[in-house]
């Protein structure tokens, strides 16, 4: 669960190990009746397992000398034991099939009784552990809920397994005695029809999977159909009952599991699903009407109006083949286009059917005013005050905090920690956990301070330190010193030069946010980019009016750089947000804003300064930190071309602050690629690529 996370093993593990070996030592000497108990019980267990394999050889009618039965079976529990992977899973069988294989036991035979022999021994007795689990007094509540979420997470596992025994069953010949048998009762179209139906269900039950995984109800409902659907195409095409019968077998088990697919899906997408079902199935009956009706020279047989609609439904529908017979190549063609067109079709109305919800309407104002009389309470951090721009959704608490929040790609993407009574924390982020797994989201806390982890991880998330944040002492901030003399140099040369910085408190009036448009549209010009979000502010008329700016005015009155002030509502402490300033500043613009920003803070009472985040900074330098975070430092080392980070850090660093660390908070390393996208997506405000990566 914690790849790079930690060393495999503790500096003290020799020890450790040296003393657990010595206490059982000792317990045997004083008990060895319990030993030899102990070894009789393995032994015996051994011998039936060997029993169990020897016997599934004979129902093979495979001949085996005990010293090849036990040579096999040996070497599978040798690697059972060294194996990495849990139970030996994938390796034990390859090594016994690689063994029985050199021992001149055919490969197929000795593939089909390695796995029915796992089955029996391993995954039979898996299975069942999870029923008898749930049952068991004597495990906890937290046993018990792992149990039940790996029973999730294993049948979503053997539906995409039986997705794939559907496609290789149907591209298999059946046995001779068994398609005897269904030549009495069901005609060659229809054996046809159940094949492909074997892989379309197939083909549904890999798209289902994963939404089964993230415990999706309609996802749970298809798969129940698909299922079954499964099991009777099974027996149409070949009288395959094994595979039939691991159909109904998942069925079943899906079935006893209903009560934990709980996951809404988008309802406008299973709107637009049903729709595109609808449509695709009207606009492939008049594609097929019309094609078979006007391009039947191409084919055998002359199609009139009623007997092109049939074929049409027929082939839509794919549950049995009536005998096509194209003669030319474009009648091959023409009627391939058709199944392309179901099988398009069919899998995008699946794909629109499990869409995780989206978030259309906004946060309604009486939403946002009750996020702001919460803010205003309870406020401590720097990001406090964004969680009331437009960009945000809310989650309530009834304990009386609020998370602000924006879904981007089946991510729910909190900024900051919760904002609310310290001891509300733990039933906002349970509640805000629910909220996710009802509506298929992913939470994740971007830049969260420490105060909060244990809980995050109490609730099982993990933490990520993604950098740290700059926080200048106003007390003791000053220009003296030689470390402060390139910094007091600009400074009084700007002074000296006629620049002077102005304060301007709200509500700004027209012009002046005219002025400062003007700056910020020359400063994204020259960066070549557009305005930031989410965990930043961006040039909006209402957000800057009621702003406290400081501008640099250079000696001719224009204005050549400026900034916008954040007072923090519980804590001593200003932040400041937009930082903007003309292509053709003079160098030290920006220190000199900055510092008439502090000396304004400290004057009229303030006693920090925030600058806000140094991503990437200050993390991974060390062998054993996450391997992440020494990702991230490798980023921030070498990779400046698109975003200058150490720049940054050091520009902030000229000020002497106090780094305090900010973290990324999500749900398992495995969703750390879709964690990044949605925050690249939130910051930059995307249109189309929201569009697609939703559309999963």
């Known amino acids: 669960r914690h790849i790079g996370r930690f060393k495999p093993l503790g500096e003290d593990w020799a020890q450790t190990a040296a003393a657990e070996f010595t206490e059982a030592a000792l317990a045997i000497s004083r008990h060895p009746q319990e030993l030899l108990r102990t070894l009789a019980v393995a032994l015996a267990a051994h ?112 539906t995409a397994v039986m997705g794939v025994i559907n496609v290789l069953s149907a591209l298999t010949p059946a046995f001779y005695s068994r398609m005897s048998l269904l030549d009495r009762y069901l005609p060659l179209e229809v054996r046809r029809g159940g094949r492909l139906t074997s892989v379309l269900a ?13 415990r999706k109800r309609t996802a749970w409902l298809l798969t129940m159909g698909v299922l079954i659907l499964s099991a009777f195409s099974h027996l149409i095409k070949g009288l395959d009952y094994e595979e039939a019968f691991l159909a109904a ?46 391009l039947d020279h191409h084919y055998r047989v002359d199609f009139g109006f009623f007997a092109a609609l049939r074929q049409t439904v027929i082939m839509f529908t794919q549950f049995y083949d ?60 720097s990001l406090a005050h964004m969680a009331l721009f437009n960009d945000k959704s809310y989650h309530f608490s009834p304990g009386g905090s609020v998370i602000a929040f924006v879904v981007k790609g089946g991510i729910a993407l909190a900024l900051g920690d919760p904002v609310g009574p310290q001891e509300d924390a733990d039933p906002v982020i349970a ?10 989201w992913r939470p994740v806390f971007y830049q969260t301070q420490p105060d909060y982890l244990e809980i995050y991880r109490l609730n099982g998330l993990d933490a990520l330190c993604i950098g740290q944040e700059a926080i200048v ?3 003791e901030f000053s220009l003296e010193g030689g470390a402060n003399k390139k910094m007091r140099t600009a400074v009084n040369r700007l002074t000296r030069e006629g620049h002077r910085a102005r304060i301007y408190l709200p509500p700004q009036s027209d012009l002046t946010l005219e002025l400062l448009r003007d700056v ?35 000696p001719d009155e224009a204005v050549s750089a400026f ?45 920090t300064f925030n600058l806000g985040l140094s991503a990437f900074s200050g993390i991974g330098e060390r062998p054993q930190d996450p391997a992440a975070e020494r990702a991230m430092h490798y980023v921030y080392e070498h990779i400046n071309q698109f975003y200058n980070f150490k720049g940054l850090h050091e520009f902030k660093d000229k000020f002497h602050p106090r780094w305090s660390p900010r973290y990324l908070v999500f749900p398992g390393a495995a969703n750390l690629p879709g964690v990044m996208l949605a925050i690249a997506r939130a910051d930059s405000g995307d249109s189309l690529l929201e569009y697609l990566q939703d559309l999963r």
């Open 47 to 158: 011998l039936v397992d060997i029993a169990s394999l020897f016997a599934l050889f004979r129902a093979f009618s495979q001949p085996i000398g005990l010293g090849a039965l036990v040579a096999g079976f040996a070497m599978g529990i040798l690697f059972w034991v060294v194996s990495i992977t849990p139970q030996g899973i994938g390796v034990v069988e390859g090594v016994m099939v690689l063994v029985y294989t050199s021992l001149g036991i055919p490969a197929a035979t000795a593939t089909v009784v390695v796995l029915a022999f796992r089955g029996l021994t391993f995954w039979l007795p898996f299975m069942l552990g999870f029923f008898l689990l749930r049952r068991m007094r004597t495990f906890g509540a937290q046993e018990q809920t792992l149990a039940r979420l790996w029973q999730v997470h294993v049948v979503a596992l053997l």
């Open 520 to 554: 910020s549209d020359e400063w994204l010009t020259a960066m070549h980019g557009s305005e930031k979000r989410f965990s930043v502010g961006w040039f909006d008329d209402e957000y800057v009016r009621n702003s406290i700016i400081m501008a640099v005015h250079a």
């Open 202 to 214: 197939g083909f549904a039950l890999l798209l289902l999977a994963g939404s089964l995984w993230r």
């Open 431 to 440: 509640g805000f956990k629910d909220l996710c797994s009802a509506n298929d």
């Open 473 to 475: 002492d106003l007390v």
């Open 249 to 294: 077998g998942l069925a079943l088990w899906l079935g006893l599991l209903h009560a934990h697919f709980h996951a809404r899906s988008d309802p406008p997408s299973i709107v637009q699903g049903l729709r595109a079902l609808l449509g695709a199935l009207l606009f492939t009956m008049l594609y097929g009407l019309i094609g078979f009706y006007l």
């Open 563 to 607: 900034a916008n002030i954040v007072p923090q509502s519980q804590r001593q402490e200003v932040s400041l947000d937009l930082m903007r300033h003309r292509k053709g500043a003079i160098g030290g613009t920006m220190e000199f804003l900055i510092v008439k920003m502090m000396e304004w803070a400290r004057e009229v009472g303030y006693a």
């Open 322 to 381: 009536p005998g096509l017979q194209p003669i030319t190549r474009f009648g091959r063609y023409f009627a391939g286009s058709i199944y392309f067109v179901g099988v398009a079709t069919f899998g995008y109305a699946l794909i629109m059917l499990v869409r995780p919800v989206l978030l259309r309407q906004p946060a309604t104002p009486e939403e946002r005013s009750q996020a702001g009389q919460i803010v205003e309470k309870y406020g401590r951090s």
